[in-house]
């Protein structure tokens, strides 16, 4: 215990005194002339200076509170040279740089390798959509986005399925519980597709409109290698006066020229979607045998790759409801969709779709 350090005086006279005094002025300097860092001048401070059981604080209480009167003031004096030298003591090692061994234990082997941070890369998916909106952006078309919680309306009445509709059948939705109170229409889901953006946007401005939509789209659909409940489309509608058909042909063609290469070709099959008319969809030469036929296109030298067609009138009759210009007669338009993962499983050799969203660095370090 440090107050055992202090004994009790016997004798107040002035030599006992300055003997009594200067053996703790040497032990003081003894002590912090062997400090070696902040955590031993910390110790020192608190031996000498602590409130409790410092050693200053013993010496006030049993050599200066138990002085007779007539001792009271030498015993004072040489009280406060000594915490003078303490506190002196104290600063000088506080404010002195750190020590050789110190500065040994702290050196930096500057030949070690430094730490590697990981740089972030852009996502197979999100890479296929931005890079598709730039082709489309570079044809003068603008993003649009919508809500991915969708009404019954813009999801499927106003693309022209009509309630009970077969047509509905071929996108299996996913529905928002404890809706059956509202009218049909009102009723919210998971968007089956970005098309409902079509509507949402032809609403909000006259033609013309030259519109990109890329987003999230949600089905019923059991998942396997190639079908995933959640994946990506991107939609494109443009309506103007006199758009063709064979201005969606030359757009597809030229799209997909740019997204796989020069030498792909593409071809169109009659379809059907409810609101387009005529519908087609656009099959690509396989880019894996260049068209000679392959186990990946099963041996046609084809691959089917987006849907499309001609704006369907019954479509831009919803939206001549609040905007009267989308006039049948006197405008037309074409629309195409076309999934995302499908188109980046083809340009990255991926053949398991999950690996999309499974977010193993082992699959995600591949596109740094
Ligand atoms: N929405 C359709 C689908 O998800 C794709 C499509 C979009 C077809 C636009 C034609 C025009 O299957």
Request: charged content about 25%.
């Amino acid at each position: 215990m440090i107050n055992e350090d202090i004994p009790n005086l016997s004798a107040f006279d002035d030599e006992s005194l300055d003997k009594a005094f200067a053996a703790l002025a040497t032990q003081a300097n003894d002590d912090a002339a062997a400090l070696d860092g902040p955590e031993a001048v910390e110790a020192f401070r608190l031996e000498w200076l602590g409130r409790k059981q410092g050693r200053l604080n013993e010496v006030s209480s049993r050599w200066l509170k138990a002085a007779p009167p007539e001792a009271k003031k030498p015993v004072g004096e040489r009280f406060k040279t000594l915490k003078e030298l303490v506190e002196r003591l104290l600063d000088q090692a506080s404010s002195a740089g750190p020590t050789d061994a110190a500065l040994a234990a702290e050196a930096i082997d500057v030949t070690l390798p430094g730490t590697r941070r990981l740089m972030g890369a852009e996502h197979p998916i999100t890479r296929t959509l931005n890079e598709l909106t730039q082709i489309f952006a570079a044809l003068g078309y603008s993003v649009g986005v919508g809500p991915e919680v969708e009404t019954d309306f813009y999801n499927f009445e106003s693309m022209n399925f009509p309630p009970g509709h077969p047509a509905r059948d071929t996108q299996d939705t996913l529905v928002i519980a404890n809706q059956e109170r509202r009218p049909l229409r009102d009723r919210l889901l998971l968007r089956t597709h970005t098309s409902p953006v079509q509507m949402r946007t032809m609403e909000s401005q006259p033609p013309p409109v030259r519109i990109i939509i890329p987003g999230k789209v949600h089905r019923n659909d059991a998942a396997d290698a190639t079908h995933s409940p959640i994946f990506h489309q991107v939609e494109g509608l443009c309506v103007d006066t006199n758009i063709t058909f064979s201005d969606l042909k030359g757009t597809l063609d030229h799209a997909m020229k740019a997204l796989f290469g020069s030498s792909v070709k593409t071809r169109f099959f009659p379809s059907f979607f409810p609101f387009t008319e005529p519908s087609a969809d656009v099959q690509i030469s396989c880019i894996f045998c260049g068209g000679k036929g392959c186990r990946k296109c099963k041996q046609s030298g084809w691959i089917e790759l987006l849907g499309c067609g001609m704006v369907d009138p019954a479509v831009f009759a919803f939206a001549a409801e609040k905007q009267p210009a989308y006039d049948p007669k006197k405008i037309s338009g074409f629309a195409f969709g076309m999934g995302v993962e499908r188109i980046a499983m083809m340009k990255y050799g991926i053949s398991e779709i999950g690996q999309f969203y499974a977010g193993d660095m082992r699959f995600l370090g591949q596109f740094v």
